[in-house]
Nanobody, 124 residues
Framework: QVQLVESGGGLVQAGGSLRLSCVTSGRTFSWYAMGWFRQAPGKEREFVAAISWSGGNTEYADSVKGRFTISRDNAENTVFLQMNSLKPEDTAVYYC?????????????????WGQGTQVTVSS
């Protein structure tokens, strides 16, 4: 059974940076696109970023474009989310997810395996 484990969350001041990691078990990591989503208190879970199976294609939510970068290391079964210029509104639990497809996309129904999440808190 595939498992996703996120790490790298924490408390940071506005304007700071964090790098999230998501390690995936199993030998099929490189077959699928991967995504990051987040859920703030009292809000629905939303798309943040996604990356294709090869890493050649990426998609971002408008709210994070130019500040966040998604990348992957298929040799290490790991996907990353570099978050710069963090804002208080970025505060949320961040989840990584494995897609059923090879191309990135924002639709949650395309993702069939989810991690437990890591908390990111940005203070003003």
């Amino acid at each position: 059974q595939v498992q996703l484990v996120e790490s790298g969350g924490g408390l940071v001041q506005a304007g700071g940076s964090l790098r999230l990691s998501c390690v995936t078990s199993g030998r099929t990591f490189s077959w699928y696109a991967m995504g990051w989503f987040r859920q703030a208190p009292g809000k629905e879970r939303e798309f943040v970023a996604a990356i294709s199976w090869s890493g050649g294609n990426t998609e971002y939510a408008d709210s994070v474009k130019g500040r966040f970068t998604i990348s992957r290391d298929n040799a290490e079964n790991t996907v990353f989310l570099q978050m710069n210029s963090l804002k208080p509104e970025d505060t949320a639990v961040y989840y990584c997810a494995r897609s059923r497809t090879r191309l990135p996309g924002p639709a949650q129904y395309d993702y069939d395996t989810w991690g437990q999440g890591t908390q990111v808190t940005v203070s003003s």
